[in-house]
């Protein structure tokens, strides 16, 4: 690093740097140029399944807990968090 900055200068390790930061940036998503968009259905059903698997949960949670002010309890925050 020492040759570099001696043969080139401090700016040029900036420069380094950055083009270092693009090809790891590159190498994690591994796109390597190619635009990346989103998939609006995909991602819709992916939030849809957790929801659903999130439901099972809630009704299992609420089968196994005896009060009935408990579970009235959970139905409302489990209403409130699909608003």
């Known amino acids: 690093l020492r040759c570099y900055v001696k043969d080139y200068g401090e700016e040029k390790i900036l420069e380094l ?3 270092r930061r693009s ?3 590159e190498e994690a998503t591994g796109t390597e140029g190619i635009s ?3 998939n ?3 991602m819709r059903s992916l939030l849809l399944h957790s929801h659903d698997n999130d439901r099972v949960y809630i009704e299992k949670l609420q089968a196994t807990i005896p009060s009935i002010d408990i579970r ?3 139905a409302i925050r ?3 968090g699909g608003i």
Request: aromatic residues 12%; positive net charge; hydrophobic residues 20%.
């Open 17 to 19: 740097v950055k083009y």
């Open 36 to 38: 990346v968009r989103p």
């Open 23 to 25: 090809h790891k940036q």
């Open 78 to 80: 489990e209403r409130l």
């Open 72 to 74: 009235k309890k959970l």
């Open 40 to 42: 609006r259905g995909y």
